[in-house]
């Protein structure tokens, strides 16, 4: 019996421990089931991840304590020339790309902490457009919530590192392709409040409407609430569970540039509840190369997509700059 049958979960489901621990046909049959999960649909989950569930309900537990502070304390954390890639970002920001009307939610963005003692090769550059090596504000109001944000970040982010392993293998290129990229690299965690509905809000209005993620792959944790989407190919939408134990993982567009679209960033969606006095909280965290990684598709990849690039050449910072502008964060 697979393990998509015993959870219950609409998309395919691995187990990281088979690949970390396992045997080698058990690490094979991870790496394929990962790279055909990310080419067929976009989207998996996994299990046995090593990120501790006590962590993941404090993180959720100081994220209200946050957002049930009054506007004017959120606030004080929100600075323009962030772009919204740290600290607050308040109510209807946001908006999906293609999309005028407002997503419905406002988020909290964690960064990478750099100590200046990193090699000069990977410190940020000046200028730095994209907002990407501000230091991290933390809201004093609550004092557990850097302790708790931090820790579940570098979780999260060793979590990462197997899964792009994986995903290397699954290329036929070698296991730390991927996370070279992506070591000191643009990576957030993003904390997301969405409130019970607005009396008068647009009726075009959603909590997050369809889009797909800028990054290379994008982890989340378990939501407090149901509404995450995603469109399948016969243009139906397919709820994804937010099952206990389980992290969700999708690939984003700079991953499928870098493959030349054999893996696909698949367009998803989080859907309003039924009543306007249900709130959701979720917990992405999405995986970015370091600003000068070279985008263009591989030359592996071409090979199994037709020969041809579909996409050009960027750098991920000329991608990511790009994307802030059209979701209207920069």
């Keep these: 019996m697979s393990l998509l049958q015993t959870t219950g979960q609409t998309i ?19 790496v394929m089931t990962v790279g055909n999960a990310l080419a067929e649909v976009g989207f998996f989950a996994v299990v046995n991840h090593g990120v501790p569930p006590q962590l993941i309900q404090s993180a ?14 959120k606030l004080a954390y929100e600075n323009p020339q962030w772009q919204g890639q740290r600290g607050f970002t308040h109510f209807g920001k946001e908006h999906a790309k293609g999309q005028l009307a407002p997503d419905l939610k406002e988020f909290w963005h ?3 902490e750099l100590s200046t003692s990193e090699p000069a090769c990977v410190l940020p550059k000046d200028p730095d457009p994209a907002g990407l090596w501000f230091p991290n504000p933390w809201p004093q109001e609550v004092p557990a919530f850097q302790l708790v944000m931090t820790a579940l970040y570098q979780q999260l982010e060793t979590c990462a590192e197997s ?34 509905l607005p009396a008068h809000g647009s009726p075009q209005g959603m909590r997050a409407a369809a ?13 407090t609430a149901p509404g995450l989407e995603l469109l399948q190919r016969d243009g139906s939408w397919l709820p994804i569970q937010p099952l206990p134990g389980q992290i969700i993982v999708d690939a ?9 679209g054999l893996l696909k960033s698949t367009t998803h969606r989080v859907t309003n509840p039924d009543n306007d006095r249900e ?11 370091r600003p000068e990684v070279d985008l263009t598709p591989l030359p592996s990849c071409l ?28």
């Design 60 to 73: 959720y537990q100081v994220a209200a304590e946050f957002f049930a502070l009054p506007d004017a304390n």
């Design 12 to 30: 395919p489901v691995v187990d990281l421990m088979e690949f970390r621990a396992g045997v080698a046909a058990q690490r094979d049959d991870f």
């Design 110 to 112: 964690v960064g990478r």
């Design 163 to 196: 899964l792009l392993e994986s995903i290397a293998l699954y290329l036929g290129e070698p296991p730390h392709l991927l996370t070279d990229m992506v070591r000191l690299g643009a990576t957030l965690l993003r904390i997301i409040h969405y409130p019970p």
């Design 211 to 223: 889009h797909e993620d800028i990054n290379l792959i994008t982890l989340l944790c378990e939501s």
């Design 252 to 260: 984003g567009d700079m991953l499928q540039q870098l493959t030349n």
């Design 303 to 330: 090979t199994r997509t037709g020969g041809k690039p579909r996409f050009p050449s960027i750098t991920a910072q000329q991608y990511l700059q790009q994307r802030l502008q059209e979701i209207g964060l920069a």
């Design 279 to 289: 709130r959701r909280f979720s917990m992405p965290f999405f995986v970015h190369p």
